[in-house]
């Protein structure tokens, strides 16, 4: 399962939410992935297709009503558990691996100055940590990373809403994870705070403090430009996986093509050229359709694709993707024999 | 108020609005001069604090400016006294906001929320008027009313949400539709479905349309002319094919420049203005 190199890998890991009414809403189900060192995995796919409660059962912060019902997390090549159970030992959260929240902006303590926030993170990890070691730690850090280091002496709404994304970001890796999980991390930020946050993150891994990064974010554009790999979601499952290049400029999946063909770009300005944006949205996920999920909405689909789970086809050597209407129109060699989902 | 006359339909002069007092305070939005022609779409495009929404809130009317005049269709609508001035002047220009989430009272259905912007309306319209103008609003944004109006928030998507916030402004008939950066909290991948029904409504009903956003891809997809914004003032204005073209300040260009683009060299690490 995964080569020595592999710096994280999940293994069909099953991660349903309880249902109010009794019943689970099995938001990832089946999703096996693996991040080499120092490489940074995309994650893509709409809103509602499992991509932040992967983040969460990754991060290892999976809480009620959030069930982690199957599946392995290995990180260099050590088990380390996906839910967050109350009383657990929870020192691996922090040190390998690490959680970069959604709207990270509000994650901040208001009362509290940065340097106080960061003596609490690092006290809970280090009893014996004393306020001036944490504050000498954190200054460092940010010394290393070209950040002032008068951010600690601020208040969080002293800082702009970028400044304070990437406070987060060095604070969430101050303990050195080996993976730092980043959901949709730019969302609240405009265009230049966006670039500086990921120029930070790639900074993170460039020096070595951090080995890999799983970045969730609905925008391919930013993918593009700083992921080695892309996975992109669709109701709980992988639909394909592969290069980043490969996966943006020539996708295999239909749900792919779909999502690309939907992206504004900058390159596409003006009104002279239309953009249809896609319609619908993904499934319910109590009760997923049968056979490939995306086959209500497949341009492509045909009877099979709503009785049976797709086969994984493969474009390439590091890609592939998981379709029948691929399956049938590529060479019968293309097409790997095995079932199911496909593995990133 | 809807008489089509040559001059533009927004003229603001001078606008400027100074939030606090001596040391601490800011000048949001300093000495704007802007001007919209009928049936155009502008879009402001800034950074966050640029002072791009504390415009729409003076253009709106929800804010009074420090100084400096706002015409609408010739008319001062500066010193607007009184709710019910305000009120009536709301009939013509609306708005919609980022957050299609909080702008709802999740207890109540879509009617709801359509049928209390139709209170704005002075006349009384009778129950089946209300109903067609409900049903011609939300057709009118792409969405059937027949499964709409009696569905709470959330069991909307955030575009179809989005939708209905947009339905409600253009129910009212507006001259001016003012949108403030409706596609921030919408996917990527149906954030194209909300701009065009911007252009729709702008092609249809030949609605002004004033778009802020901090993505300029976004704006030069809708805009015949853009307003560039840095720290309270426009730093840059024109047709969108001169400032896409032939960006003049040093601000337009980095946008362009930090704005992901999806084709062209990868980054990763180099260029941008990253600081």
């Known amino acids: 399962m995964g080569a020595v190199s592999d710096l994280l890998v999940a293994d069909d890991v099953r991660a349903y939410y309880r249902h109010g009414l009794g019943g689970w809403i099995r938001a990832v189900d089946g999703v096996s992935l693996r991040v080499r060192e120092g490489e940074i995995l995309g994650i893509a796919g709409e809103s509602g297709c499992g991509k932040s409660t992967l983040a969460m059962a990754l991060a290892s912060v999976a809480r009620w009503p959030l069930c982690v019902k199957g599946g392995r997390l290995l990180v260099e090549g050590r088990d380390v558990p996906m839910e967050a159970t109350q009383g657990r030992d929870g020192s691996h959260r922090g040190e390998v691996v690490s959680m970069m929240p959604q709207g990270a902006m509000n994650s901040l303590n208001p009362t509290q100055r940065v340097r106080d926030f960061v003596f609490d993170v690092l006290r809970s990890h280090d009893p014996g940590v004393t306020r001036k070691a944490a504050a000498e730690r954190a200054h460092e850090r940010l010394a290393r990373l070209d950040l002032p280091a008068r951010v600690l002496d601020a208040y969080p709404h002293q800082l702009s809403g970028g400044m304070k994304q990437r406070v987060v970001a060095v604070i969430s890796t101050l303990l050195n994870p080996r993976v730092l999980i980043a959901d949709e991390p730019t969302s609240a930020l405009d265009v230049s705070a966006q670039r500086a946050l990921l120029a930070l993150m790639v900074q993170l891994l460039e020096q070595r403090i951090i080995g890999g990064i799983v970045l969730v974010t609905h925008e391919l554009p930013i993918l593009r430009n700083v992921a080695t790999r892309t996975m992109i979601m669709y109701a709980g499952q992988v639909c394909e996986t592969g290069p980043t290049e490969e996966v943006i400029f020539s996708p295999a999946h239909p749900y792919t093509r779909a999502l690309m063909d939907a992206t504004l770009v900058l390159e596409s300005a003006t009104k002279r050229e239309r953009i249809e944006g896609l319609e619908g949205g993904p499934p319910d996920l109590s009760q997923p359709p049968g056979g490939c999920r995306f086959h209500p909405r497949c341009p492509h689909a045909t009877e099979v694709c709503s009785r049976s789970l797709p086969p994984t086809v493969s474009p390439s050597p590091e890609h592939t993707a998981g379709c029948w209407w691929l399956a049938q129109s590529e060479p019968p060699t293309a097409a790997a024999a095995g079932e199911g989902a496909v593995d990133a | 108020m809807t008489t089509d006359g040559p001059g533009p339909l927004l003229r603001c002069t001078g606008l400027t609005r100074v939030f606090g007092q001596g040391q601490h305070a800011v000048r949001a939005v300093h000495d704007v001069d802007l001007s919209m022609r009928r049936g155009e779409i502008a879009s402001i ?44 002047y709301w009939t013509h220009v609306q708005a919609v906001f980022q957050d299609p989430f909080g702008s709802f009272n999740q207890f109540y259905p879509v009617r709801h929320v359509l049928r209390s912007a139709l209170r704005l309306e002075e006349a009384h319209l009778s129950r089946r008027e209300r109903e067609t103008r409900m049903t011609a609003a939300l057709e009118s944004v792409g969405l059937d009313a027949g499964s709409v109006l009696d569905q709470l928030p959330h069991e909307l998507s955030g575009g179809q949400r989005q939708r209905v916030m947009i339905a409600r402004a253009v129910m009212v008939k507006p001259e001016l539709l003012i949108a403030d950066e409706p596609t921030t909290m919408i996917d990527a991948s149906s954030r194209a479905n909300i701009l065009n029904v911007l252009l729709d409504l702008n092609r249809d009903h030949t609605l002004t349309i004033l778009f802020i956003t901090h993505d300029i891809s976004l704006a030069t997809y809708v805009s015949d002319t853009l307003f560039i914004m840095q720290g309270g003032q426009l730093v840059e204005s024109g047709p969108v094919e001169q400032v896409t073209r032939a960006p003049e300040h040093d601000y337009t260009r980095r946008l362009f420049a930090d704005t992901f683009s999806l084709h062209g060299g990868s980054w990763r690490g180099a260029g941008g203005s990253a600081a």
């Open chain 2, 45 to 88: 495009v800034g950074e966050s604090g640029s002072g791009k929404s504390t415009l729409a809130r003076l253009i709106l009317r929800l804010l009074a400016p420090t100084a400096g005049s706002v015409m609408f269709d010739g008319r001062d609508v500066t010193r607007l006294r009184g709710f019910a001035r305000r009120r009536a």
